[in-house]
């Protein structure tokens, strides 16, 4: 059960109890299996770690244990059970249940053009909040007034609540209902946040794009809510990079298409290209095919969090026309005639 050798010493049980224990307490463990499993192996360190029981586990195995003793038994010489066992071992559940509180994210969205993130951009956001209430710092007394040590917890912060699961139990610490785990009560509630410590406010969060950036999720810790005695949440700013009318964007390179006429297709010459800056002016060979490629260098976004920026490609897309008059159809077919 514990995963020891039968010459296991006692330190060895101890340690492989302790691991698996912190593994399948009920606590931390919520799967179905848990609760039994934990009374298993708590059994097994039970009987391992009394040398009288575990002389006659030596000698009998499971069943020279069980003729013995009831299940009672098996813990009765531990004194209270599984529980006393943690006791013991862990010295309470206090630093395993309890933990800092702490505040709630806050999603943020923020919208941006691919032209705004060609630099680093300073953003401010308006994020309305639990804040520290400014009467009272954030204590919940009334300006002049302090806090006692709570009367039900003995300013511990939290009280135990005993489970009983079969012949197991299992003793739980609960967070104090008369102080909500902070140990201490408040002689005369700040009149501002009645007490709470906190209230709704607006809070500016401000930071940096960094340039490049792409849509997703980005943390900006300690800028959530508030929570008394606790840790500020995170501010999540969801970043989305608005779709460009000219350009898709692939990582940090630009696809554009260029629509040019079938005839400076045919004739090539100097062509404006749009960017995410302004245009520039690229060259195209005559007899230039449709959808061929063009690449210009370093003319696509920053690369985030590196050096140097991707591409442009213009694809060149050329324009049959759709519709002609009696005399550009004319000429086309001289055109044809001269090139059979
Ligand atoms: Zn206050
Ligand atoms: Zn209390």
């Known amino acids: 059960m514990l995963g020891v050798s039968r010459d296991a010493g006692a330190d060895e049980i101890k340690s492989q109890y ?7 307490h009920p606590d931390r463990n919520k799967s179905d299996e848990a609760p039994e499993h934990f009374k298993e192996i708590s059994e097994a360190y039970a009987v391992l770690s009394d040398t009288q029981k575990r002389q006659l ?10 003729g013995q003793y009831s299940q009672e038994d098996i ?3 531990m004194g209270g059970g599984i529980n006393d066992i943690f006791q ?28 705004d993130i060609l630099q680093d951009k300073e953003v401010s956001l308006n994020v309305t909040k639990d804040v520290a209430c400014e009467s ?14 709570c009367g039900r917890c003995g300013g511990r912060g939290q009280t135990q609540k005993t489970r009983r699961m079969g012949f197991a139990s299992f003793v739980t610490a609960e967070t104090c209902r008369n102080c909500r785990g902070t140990g ?3 002689q005369k ?6 007490g709470e410590g906190i209230r709704r406010g607006v809070a500016t969060a401000t930071f940096m794009l960094p340039k490049g950036i792409d849509t997703g999720n980005y943390r900006i810790e300690g800028q959530g809510n508030t929570v008394p005695h606790g840790m500020s949440g995170d501010l999540i700013v969801s970043v989305k990079v608005r779709p ?21 297709a045919a004739l090539g010459g100097k062509f404006q290209v749009s960017t995410l800056e302004g245009t520039e002016t690229i060259k195209i060979d005559a007899g230039c095919q449709s959808s061929t490629i063009i690449k210009m260098g370093g003319k696509g976004l920053p690369r985030m969090g590196s050096w140097g920026r991707g591409d442009l490609y213009a694809r060149i897309v050329v324009d049959i026309p759709k519709k002609m008059n009696r005399r550009q159809k004319e000429l086309l077919r001289e055109f044809q005639a001269e090139s059979n």
């Open 88 to 115: 013991n071992i862990f010295g309470g559940m206090g630093g395993m249940g309890g933990g800092v509180q702490r505040g709630a994210d806050i999603i943020q969205e923020v919208t941006v053009s691919l032209e």
């Open 136 to 149: 009272c710092g954030g204590s919940g007394c009334s300006p002049g007034t302090s806090k006692r040590t």
């Open 184 to 186: 201490a009560t408040i």
């Open 244 to 264: 460009h009318p000219q350009f898709r964007r692939d990582g940090a390179d630009l696809y554009h298409d260029r629509h040019i006429t079938m005839v400076d």
């Open 189 to 194: 509630p700040c009149r501002n946040c009645r």
């Open 57 to 66: 586990y030596d000698q009998g195995g499971h069943a020279g244990i069980s």
């Open 75 to 77: 813990f009765g010489g």
């Open 18 to 24: 302790r691991k698996l224990a912190l593994k399948f």
